[in-house]
Nanobody, 113 residues
């Protein structure tokens, strides 16, 4: 059974940082391209960042230069380092293996102004 378990969310002031983690189990992690999505209240879920099996990364324009996605294959973990956080980054953040429709339960990130 595939599981993606996120952690690291919380409440932070604008300008602060958080690091999200997503631990995968039940799948071949090294062959998985992974992604982080987010969904704010009243808005559609949006793609934040992706990382390929060769660690090629892509970012939404809104987070470029502030967020960094990375992976540790030995730990079956994907990370999202979020710096210079803004109130508009407030959302539930989801880890995903989008090609197979696997999703985590989400972790709340709240940025206060």
């Amino acid at each position: 059974q595939v599981q993606l378990v996120e952690s690291g969310g919380g409440l932070v002031q604008a300008g602060g940082s958080l690091r999200l983690s997503c631990v995968a189990s039940g799948m071949f992690f090294t062959s998985a391209s992974m992604a982080w999505y987010r969904q704010a209240i009243g808005k559609q879920r949006e793609l934040v960042a992706t990382i390929s099996t060769s660690s090629t990364t892509n970012y939404a324009d809104s987070v470029k230069g502030r967020f960094t996605i990375s992976r540790d294959n030995a730990k079956k973990t994907v990370y999202l380092q979020m710096n210079s956080l803004k109130p508009e980054d407030t959302a539930v953040y989801y880890c995903s293996r989008p090609s197979l429709g696997y999703w985590g339960q989400g972790t709340q990130v709240t940025v206060s102004s």
